[in-house]
């Protein structure tokens, strides 16, 4: 039941995050900011490649401009798979509309 709490928050924070960060953060004509800083000292450079990533409360999937918690490294690994398999969905749609 505590595992289930840590991981609800974890996700909870995500997504706040996740949202203040689309809203105040992005912005078309100008760069995306791609640290995250939150008041527990933890820090996230979402900017690196799609990757695992443990921390202090779990493990978390960054890069790309995401931050995603995952309950456990097998989770984490499918979620990295997921990632990486819509990316290059996406690569080989934009291609088609190029050609």
């Known amino acids: 039941m505590v595992t289930d709490k840590v991981f609800l928050k974890k996700v909870l924070r995500s997504l706040v995050v996740s949202i203040l ?29 799609l990757q695992l990533t443990l921390r202090k409360d779990g493990w978390y999937v960054i890069g790309n401009g995401l931050l995603i918690p995952v309950r456990d490294l097998d989770e984490g690994r499918k979620e990295l798979k997921r990632q990486k398999d819509k990316r ?6 934009n291609q088609n509309l190029n050609t």
């Open 21 to 49: 960060f689309r809203i105040f953060v992005t912005d078309k004509t100008t760069k995306t900011m791609s640290i995250l800083k939150f008041s527990d000292g933890e820090e996230f450079d979402t900017s690196v490649e």
């Open 88 to 93: 290059n969905s996406l690569r080989r749609m």
